[in-house]
């Protein structure tokens, strides 16, 4: 037996899983992490669907139902229902570009990590929110014959936006859609978040839609 938290290399499954830890430390960009996985994204598209789906099952939707990977996407993910709908999820990131690009120059040279991070308004919220569902909402146009519902979760870790000032932006953005449902902005896990309302602790909040 080995000791907890160390590593035994006699040990095929310990040493994997430590394996697969070092190396997605290594790839990993730094900045905003909580919905990163390089080493096989498609683990975190079913994170960020599973607690959509679970944030709708809460609020009293039928959308119980195992999550599959779509493949070849869009979209990304699938929950059959059961009562027999499929539902089809896309997931995309909110995420500041030229920071993670300083983070990773930083990890780059050794640097230690610094405290860097995006400045982010509910203006500029709405402003990406709008743009990354354009984005999806084209991507998504020969998807919707094949499922009942689309939905787009957009996942975030950015630091600066709390709930808060991810309210504010949300409020102030109502895109125009031609084959999206549905649209939400999933802030990564918060202790303080109502369990009820939010089964995985990570704040869901819907996007108003025009068609």
Same mark, same amino acid.
């Given at each position: +037996?080995?000791?907890?938290?160390? !590593?035994?290399?006699?040990?095929?499954?310990?040493?994997?899983?430590?394996?697969? +830890?070092?190396?997605?430390?290594? *790839?990993?960009?730094?900045?905003?992490?909580?919905? @990163?996985?390089? =080493?096989?994204?498609?683990?975190?598209?079913?994170?960020?669907?599973?607690?959509?789906?679970? !944030?709708?099952?809460?609020?009293?939707?039928?959308?119980? &139902? #195992?999550?599959?990977?779509?493949?070849? %996407?869009?979209?990304?993910? +699938?929950? @059959?229902?059961?009562? &027999?709908?499929?539902? &089809?999820?896309?997931?995309?990131?909110?995420?500041?570009?030229?920071?993670?690009?300083?983070?990773?120059?930083?990890? *780059?040279?050794?640097?230690?990590?610094? !405290? %860097?991070?995006?400045?982010?308004? #509910? &203006?500029?919220?709405?402003?990406?929110?709008?743009?990354?569902?354009?984005? *999806? %909402?084209? *991507?998504?146009?020969?998807?919707?014959?094949? !499922?009942?519902?689309?939905?787009?979760?957009?996942?975030?870790?950015?630091?600066?936006?709390?709930?808060?000032?991810?309210?504010?932006?949300?409020?102030?953005?109502?895109?125009?859609?031609?084959? =999206?449902?549905?649209?939400?902005?999933? =802030?990564?896990?918060? #202790?303080?978040?109502?369990?009820?309302?939010?089964?995985?602790?990570?704040?869901?909040? #819907?996007? @108003?839609?025009?068609?």
């Amino acid at each position: +037996m080995h000791e907890e938290g160390s !590593f035994d290399p006699d040990d095929e499954e310990w040493a994997e899983a430590v394996r697969l +830890m070092r190396e997605a430390r290594q *790839k990993s960009r730094g900045y905003a992490e909580y919905w @990163e996985w390089l =080493i096989d994204p498609s683990r975190a598209e079913l994170h960020a669907a599973c607690v959509l789906r679970n !944030f709708l099952v809460a609020a009293g939707e039928k959308a119980s &139902g #195992p999550l599959n990977l779509v493949r070849p %996407d869009p979209p990304d993910v +699938m929950v @059959e229902s059961l009562d &027999g709908r499929r539902i &089809g999820i896309e997931v995309t990131e909110l995420v500041d570009g030229d920071t993670i690009k300083r983070h990773r120059y930083r990890k *780059k040279r050794g640097e230690p990590p610094a !405290f %860097d991070f995006a400045v982010w308004t #509910p &203006g500029r919220i709405a402003e990406a929110l709008f743009a990354l569902i354009g984005t *999806k %909402d084209h *991507k998504l146009r020969n998807a919707s014959d094949r !499922f009942d519902e689309l939905l787009v979760a957009i996942v975030t870790d950015e630091p600066a936006i709390d709930q808060w000032i991810a309210r504010a932006g949300v409020s102030q953005c109502r895109p125009t859609v031609r084959h =999206i449902d549905r649209a939400f902005l999933v =802030i990564s896990y918060h #202790p303080d978040n109502n369990v009820s309302v939010y089964p995985d602790r990570c704040l869901v909040l #819907p996007i @108003e839609l025009r068609a």
